[in-house]
């Protein structure tokens, strides 16, 4: 009976294949948005969360709020360095996007001032040269490490080291420059120019430190370091709490996480809506098929076919036209996927649990929005439906 119900619900689909790709179509679009958005929200954030990991557990991350109390300054970092044995190393920063020159050719780049520490902070490699050392703080000097895609940008190749830079003004000795990354990365240093912290602050106008890194003395002490970062600027900042903030990377995952799953429900219920009103016009077609084909469920009925019977192949034929839809939309949604990654890079994830819920929804919104329409043809009295002309 279940097969022979399969059939005949394919032979009413294809009978009518325009009507029943409309039927399909609000099916179709709903699984598209519930699995493109959650895929694009999860590849994102899945992306971001390696680059985060990455960085290793033991950064730690301080922002001075609040310059009523003053900012840090760089004796400060030192003696937070010598205070607390939880803390490696500290290293202020101070970034800006400016604009590199050399010859004719320019790319607007991302400038940090920072200190030697810096590089056991962040782990960099270089490809040639050397990093920062303590002379170049300490006097200022305009020298600069620079990414593999400035270099490229500026000088088409990488033996770049002793060559000049100009960048707001000032002209900088390349002393360095960072291995290639190959990606878009928190880490990268592709697109950086790293100078000395101090030549930093005469080229921005800038005095003192509002934002500094510094890593644990190992992973297991992050949580004590953080601790102790908090007491150091708590003796700072006059015991004011909002005066500034250390943020660890475990902190900043939780937050992606709970960003995402916030994220993923919004998305998924504005995408849910979509998914309903394609039920509803599941219910509509099969309520105008149902009206069609009365005369057809009286005979039926007249030479012995069973309410359930009736009810079970109008069920079925919801069922097949809102999964088929979800097939459709999900095949659909890999391709469109595909095509945002390939044209505007963006990461996607496209899990079993998406494509499950997809299809789950899609069979939930059969049965649902089916049960109406087959009741109605199963309660018919075969005496009225065939004096249906």
Request: aromatic letters at 6%; glycine letters at 8%; one cysteine or more.
């Amino acid at each position: 009976m279940t097969v022979q119900s399969f059939k005949m619900a394919f032979s009413s689909i294809t009978s009518n294949k325009l009507r029943s790709f409309l039927t399909m179509l609000g099916i179709i679009i709903g699984v598209m948005s519930v699995v493109v958005l959650i895929s694009i929200v999860n590849g994102t954030t899945s992306s971001v969360t390696s680059q985060i990991e990455d960085m290793g557990s033991n950064l730690l991350t301080v922002n001075v709020r609040d310059t009523r109390y003053g900012s840090i300054s760089m004796s400060d970092l030192t003696e937070i360095e010598d205070e607390y044995d939880t803390i490696a190393h500290t290293a202020p920063v101070l970034t800006s996007t400016q604009t590199a020159k050399a010859g004719t050719n320019t790319y607007s780049a991302t400038i940090t001032g920072t200190t030697p520490s810096m590089q056991s902070i962040k782990e960099t490699e270089l490809a040639s040269g050397r990093y920062l050392k303590t002379p170049d703080i300490e006097s200022g000097t305009a020298v600069a490490v620079i990414g593999y895609t400035v270099a490229d940008e500026l000088f088409s190749r990488q033996d770049v080291v002793g060559e000049k830079v100009n960048i707001g003004g000032r002209t900088f000795k390349i002393i360095g420059v960072f291995t290639e990354s190959g990606e878009t990365s928190l880490l990268s240093c592709d697109t950086s120019i790293v100078i000395p912290y101090t030549t930093a602050q005469h080229l921005l106008l800038e005095t003192g430190v509002t934002t500094f890194y510094a890593s644990a003395a190992s992973a297991g002490e992050a949580d004590a370091a953080e601790e102790d970062l908090n007491a150091a600027m708590l003796e700072r900042m006059r015991n004011d709490e909002d005066a500034f903030s250390v943020s660890n990377q475990s902190a900043i995952l939780e937050t992606m996480e709970s960003v995402t799953e916030s994220m993923s429900l919004m998305l998924g219920g504005i995408a849910g809506i979509s998914l309903l009103v394609g039920g509803i016009g599941i219910m509509n077609i099969m309520l105008v098929s149902v009206a069609e084909r009365t005369r057809e469920i009286g005979i039926r009925k007249a030479i012995g076919a069973s309410r359930k019977r009736i009810l079970l192949q109008f069920l079925i034929e919801a069922l097949v036209v809102s999964v088929l839809g979800g097939v459709i939309g999900l095949l659909l949604s890999v391709g469109l996927l595909e095509l945002i990654q390939y044209a505007a890079d963006i990461a996607y994830t496209l899990s079993g649990n998406v494509v499950l819920l997809a299809l789950g929804f899609s069979l939930l919104v059969g049965v649902v929005f089916g049960i109406y329409p087959a009741n109605k043809a199963a309660g018919l009295k075969p005496i009225d439906a065939l004096r249906t002309e």
